[in-house]
């Protein structure tokens, strides 16, 4: 199975903050299989904050999907991720990519992630380690969605 986050950080120390999501996203229930190089990236939609530090990892879970959310939306709040406006800073974001080849739509989740395949600070961290990864929805290998995105 193939299960992909991305993690991103803004706030305080930006490579100790991506180390400690990693240490809390492996458990008895997650482990880390792969994980790309940390990006420093320009903000996205808000564009007056701090630029970040993103990474894509990809794990083995027990979880489903929405167990999953639920883990990570943990994590987030143990390290204190305060959502103060959408798209704004935050200590760490931890989004679902891809959750093997599921399409999710409710008001919670949403797979593969909604806008994953239009930002270039997902797609390169993400081709870096699934670059034959197969977008569920798009059809398209992320390698293929990272030229086509680069080519706009």
């Not at 204190?80 to 409710?106: M, S």
């Amino acid at each position: 199975m193939s299960i992909y986050l991305l993690l991103g950080t803004n706030i305080g120390n930006l490579t100790e903050n991506l180390k400690t999501a990693r240490f809390l996203i492996q458990n008895e229930h997650t482990f880390i299989t792969q994980q790309s190089k940390e990006y420093a990236t320009k903000p996205w939609g808000v564009l007056d904050q701090p630029d970040f530090l993103n990474q894509v990892i990809d794990i083995t879970t027990n979880f489903s999907a929405f167990e999953l959310l639920d883990f990570t939306q943990k994590i987030e709040q143990e390290m204190g991720r305060i959502k103060l406006r959408k798209w704004g800073e935050r200590i760490i974001d931890i989004d679902i990519l891809a959750f093997d080849n599921q399409i999710i739509d409710t008001e919670i989740l949403t797979l593969p992630h909604l806008l994953a395949h239009t930002r270039d600070f997902t797609l390169i961290p993400w081709a870096e380690i699934a670059p034959d990864f197969i977008h569920s929805r798009e059809n398209k290998t992320i390698a293929n969605l990272l030229a086509e995105l680069k080519n706009q």
